[in-house]
């Protein structure tokens, strides 16, 4: 990691282990939904709901299954990033800037559906929104200390 | 230490340079040009500028707008319709006998009770995919009768479904006004309107069907339903209680099938000894 200062080492390390806590999340939801079993909804009935609304597939495929390929994608990037691949010490960090940004504004999106369209909340999904936030927030620190440099 | 020797020993020092400069002059090896653009990689963010942090944001914009707009797009799954339109059921064949929120032949030997919400999703998927093979297999040949009753747990909109169904169960369409709940359950709202329009695509008496649903005549049974419902223990939806055998939520058809056989295996052993 001879590229890596002790700073930017701590903020990938977390980013994976977000993403990891991100893919576990949105693993679950979409195995309850092809497995049609009930969501562990921590004593709340939303999930069920939430997860069985209109809003729950983006051209037929569960948002839990992409949900997962996103963190997927966001631990694959990060772990090439840490093996230091050319092009993802050259890339990743803006890229996970972009792909976190991204996932926060979708994220920020379907919890307005929850609140005010949806009228119930999926604790799950709320718990894969402020994962990618956090995620987000370590790459914009990422991105502005390699902007100062 | 006379002035003339210490002269001549700060003449002998080298010149003081910052501590980090001195690093640089004496460290960093003299490399050839095309080693030092091997080694421009390894320096993260070197020529990261301001503007390929914006040109990141609008990457970020772009593909957001993109998923909300896919998100946004009526999406037509197999057998299904667009919001905007009803899904309208096929009726049963006239030989299975229905009379309220009965399904079957009233003297069938075996009773499947279920507690149901027409918004609750798993009784959805149990209403269309596990109810029908019950039917087909054991209804239809008289062995089993199914009772639908209420377990309103989502709130105004599915009591007033449940409220419907029990309309249409005043015109012995209870089972068809159940399809149509379920099938169009998650995508049509179950406001009055609907629920009435709901009424008349399934061909029934629209004054008497809407004067029931205006007056919610229904409200008693419903109540009756919960009530009865907390009484045996029913904590969520769907509950089946097939016999004796309490089955929470939407199991396979397999575990309906090996409580069914079980109960019906337990009457006969009965009838037999009586």
């Not at chain 2, 910052?18 to 070197?46: C, N, W, Y």
């Not at chain 2, 957001?64 to 197999?78: D, G, M, N, Q, R």
């Not at chain 2, 009484?231 to 199991?251: L, N």
Request: proline share 5%.
């Amino acid at each position: 990691m001879a590229d890596l200062p002790v700073s930017a080492l701590v903020r990938w390390g977390a980013l994976a282990v977000l993403a990891i806590a991100a893919m576990g999340v949105s693993a679950y939801l979409a195995y309850s939904h092809y497995a049609d079993q009930p969501i562990v909804c921590a004593g709340l009935s939303g999930c069920d709901t939430v997860e069985n609304s209109e809003y729950s597939k983006l051209v037929g495929i569960p948002v839990g299954l992409v949900g997962a390929l996103f963190s997927a994608g966001l631990l694959a990037l990060v772990l090439a990033r840490l093996a230091r691949l050319p092009l993802a010490v050259e890339w990743a960090s803006l890229a996970a800037f972009s792909m976190t940004l991204s996932g926060v504004a979708f994220a920020a999106y379907l919890t307005y559906l929850e609140l005010f369209v949806i009228e119930d909340v999926c604790i799950w999904c709320t718990t894969f929104a402020a994962i990618v936030t956090f995620a987000w927030l370590i790459t914009l620190v990422d991105v502005l200390a390699l902007a100062r440099e | 230490m006379g002035r003339k020797a210490r002269r001549r020993r700060e003449k002998k020092r080298p010149p003081r340079v910052a501590a980090d400069a001195k690093v640089e002059v004496s460290q960093e090896p003299a490399l050839p040009p095309r080693h030092r653009e091997k080694r421009r990689p390894t320096r993260p963010g070197k020529r990261l500028h301001h503007q390929m942090i914006w040109a990141s944001v609008a990457v970020a914009a772009v593909v957001a707008t993109v998923l909300i707009f896919i998100s946004l797009a009526p999406w037509e799954s197999a057998g299904g319709t667009t919001s905007s339109e009803f899904i309208v059921p096929t009726p049963r064949p006239a030989d299975i006998p229905s009379q309220g929120s009965t399904l079957g032949d009233p003297n069938a030997p075996l009773t499947i009770i279920e507690y149901s919400d027409f918004l609750c999703p798993y009784c959805r998927t149990a209403a269309l995919n596990i109810v029908p093979q019950i039917e087909a297999e054991y209804v239809v040949t008289g062995k089993v009768k199914l009772v639908f009753k209420h377990f309103v747990v989502h709130g105004q909109e599915a009591a007033l479904a449940a409220g419907a169904a029990e309309c249409a169960g005043q015109q012995d369409a209870f089972w068809l006004y159940h399809d149509m709940l379920f099938l169009n359950s998650g995508t049509v709202d179950f406001t009055t309107e609907n629920l009435k329009q709901f009424g008349e695509e399934l061909g029934l008496d629209t004054d008497s069907f809407n004067a029931c649903l205006d007056s919610q005549s229904y409200m008693d049974k419903l109540v009756a339903d919960v009530d009865e419902a907390r009484r045996r223990g029913v904590e969520g939806t769907p509950t089946f209680y097939v016999g004796q055998t309490q089955i929470v939520g939407a199991k396979s058809y397999d575990t309906f099938q090996t409580a069914i056989e079980d109960e019906l295996a337990k009457l006969t052993e009965t009838s037999e000894e009586g």
